[in-house]
């Protein structure tokens, strides 16, 4: 069964970095690009960045310079790194990888 699942979730204060992770089974992710996204409440889900199979990336402007998509073929896994993290950035974040979803981890900015 192909499957992506998100890791690294939390409640993090302004300011603060959490390292989120999207682990696939069923397939394996270095034939793949991968992409983050995001769904704030109340908002469209947005991309966020992506990371293609020979490691070039891409970012939105609103997170740039703050976020960095990295990934680990040999662990199947694609990492988000998010630093000086606002409020704003509270939402549910999502892999992707073609039209396969996972399943979403939240991530709470908030003092």
């Known amino acids: 069964q192909v499957q992506l699942v998100e890791a690294g979730g939390g409640l993090v204060q302004p300011g603060g970095s959490l390292r989120l992770s999207c682990t696939g089974s069923g397939f394996a992710i270095r034939f793949f690009p991968m992409g983050w996204y995001r769904q704030a409440p109340g908002k469209e889900r947005e991309f966020v960045a992506s990371?293609?199979?020979?490691?070039?990336?891409n970012y939105a402007d609103s997170v740039k310079v703050r976020v960095t998509i990295s990934r680990d073929n040999a662990k199947n896994t694609v990492y988000l790194e998010m630093n000086s993290l606002k409020p704003e950035d509270t939402a549910v974040y999502y892999c992707?990888?073609?039209?396969?979803w996972g399943q979403g981890t939240l991530v709470t900015v908030s003092s």
């Open positions: 992707r990888c073609l039209e396969v």
């Open positions: 990371v293609t199979r020979d490691g070039s990336t």
